[in-house]
């Protein structure tokens, strides 16, 4: 997709620190990050929101979820624990329209799930 910004990092055309990589899903650094570990697990394919998800991404989105697990265990988060997030449209402040799931941790985010702007 033009001018969509992680498209270009799965292209290899924009760097990235890339932790994990397969066939389908990427996942790398955060920019900004927000806490000690905050990677950002992409599928390769362009879908814009969690909205779009299709019944054919059903296989791509269980595998999102493995890989997301298995990203938390090589950051060493996943004893202590972590959050994973996405943020669907204009509400949840959705900025860049490629579905992706932040995965959060390396310190404690107490029970504020509402934060708001
Ligand atoms: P969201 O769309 O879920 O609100 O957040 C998008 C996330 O992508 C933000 O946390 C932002 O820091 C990150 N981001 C935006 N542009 C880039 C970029 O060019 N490279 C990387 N690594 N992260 C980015
Ligand atoms: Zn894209």
């Not at 791509?60 to 090589?74: F, N, R, S, Y």
Request: negative net charge; contains cysteine; hydrophobic residues 40%.
């Amino acid at each position: 997709m033009e001018n969509c910004i992680f498209c270009k990092i799965i292209a290899g055309e924009v760097p990235a620190k890339v932790v994990y990589e397969d066939e389908t899903v990427i996942a790398f650094e955060d920019i900004n990050p927000v806490a000690p570990v905050h990677i950002l697990v992409v599928p390769r394919k362009h879908i814009p929101t969690f909205n779009d998800i299709q019944p054919e991404d059903r296989e791509l989105v269980g595998h999102l979820a493995w890989i997301i697990k298995e990203v938390a265990k090589q950051q060493n988060i996943d004893e202590k624990g972590y959050r994973v997030i996405t943020n669907c449209g204009e509400d949840a402040g959705q900025v860049v329209f490629h579905l992706h799931f932040h995965l959060l941790g390396g310190r404690t985010f107490g029970h504020n799930l509402v934060g708001k702007s």
